[in-house]
Structures are given as structure tokens and as C-alpha cells.
């Protein structure tokens, strides 16, 4: 099967007037709002990074992807593909970086971090994985529980909470 997907750009503004890009594919990906919280523990060490940004939901027969651009000071920007199929998840990122990562439970998944300081072996090994869905919020929340090898060096131990909420178009 072929799809054709139409890309409209748009530009959002959140509080302090920044603006994000969006992108809407169709009549069938939703405009979120989308919050990344993570969490790195390593050693005695605790560090604690949110990224708040406009992107899209869109749920397909057999994943739901979620798409969004975050902006990186001196560095461009990287479009960020979040897919969730129910038993695993896969983190595409492009542009000022390139990732691709699987996550998937109880696995040990290889991968890689390309950036202008050159590639770095990556490896991940899922604790847990989960998605839920609050109807009466809009909001899904995906989350992933992780340790990080790079280089097959442990780097910590990361949770990933990305929360989506269906803007209100009102």
C-alpha cells in the first residue's frame, strides 16, 4: 500500500513567545502539545531535563507515531519521530543529530549517536515500557526505563516520560 502524505508547516507560540513548527499530515495526525521528562541517574548523580514543544499524534492500524522539532542552541534543529507499537519503541532523531534507537523490554538493543563530534555505539537495556491513554485529559503518556551504554560504557540509568495532550481548538 501507498500513502500520500500532505506536510502543512505552521507556526505555534507558547508562553515567553517562542515559536515551534509543527507539521500536520492529513486530516488524521492531531496537534499536541508534547513534554519530555528525563531522568538520568548514574552513580550518585541525579540530573532532570524537560523539553516542551508542539508536534503530532497519529495513530496508524499498527503504531502510533509521535513527531515533534526540538531546538538546540548553536546547533540547529532535530526532528524527533517517536513510534509505539504495543511491544516496543522506536526513537528516531534527525538533523543536528541522527539517532535511531529501539527500546524493548527485557532486549539489549544496539544503535547509534551521530553529531558533529563524530558516531557513538550505542546500546540500551529496557526495564519497562508502557503507554496509557487519560480520555478525559487528551493527554497519552508513553514512558521507557532504561540503561545507557555508549561505547558499551554504562552511562546511567534513564527514564523517559513523553506526555502528548490533544491541543483544544476553540
Do not use: W
Amino acid at each position: 500500500f501507498q500513502y500520500l502524505i500532505l506536510v502543512e508547516l505552521s507556526t505555534k507560540t507558547i508562553p515567553g513567545g517562542v515559536h515551534y513548527m509543527t507539521e500536520e499530515k492529513g486530516n488524521t495526525a492531531k496537534e499536541v502539545m508534547v513534554r519530555l521528562k528525563t531522568r538520568i541517574e548514574h552513580e550518585d548523580d541525579v540530573e532532570n531535563i524537560e523539553l516542551v514543544t508542539f508536534g503530532t499524534l497519529h495513530h496508524m492500524p499498527n503504531a502510533t507515531y509521535v513527531r515533534y522539532i526540538e531546538h538546540v542552541e548553536n546547533n540547529g534543529k532535530i526532528n524527533t519521530t517517536v513510534k509505539y507499537d504495543g511491544n516496543e519503541m522506536l526513537i528516531i532523531r534527525t538533523g543536528a543529530v541522527k539517532m535511531k534507537q529501539l527500546y524493548k523490554i527485557g532486549s539489549i538493543t544496539e544503535g547509534s549517536y551521530d553529531s558533529i563530534h563524530g558516531t557513538l555505539d550505542l546500546s540500551t537495556h529496557t526495564i519497562a515500557l508502557n503507554h496509557t491513554v487519560n480520555k478525559e485529559t487528551n493527554e497519552e503518556e508513553f514512558t521507557v526505563s532504561y540503561h545507557l551504554f555508549l561505547q558499551d560504557e554504562n552511562v546511567g540509568h534513564y527514564h523517559l516520560t513523553l506526555t502528548v495532550k490533544e491541543e483544544n481548538n476553540q
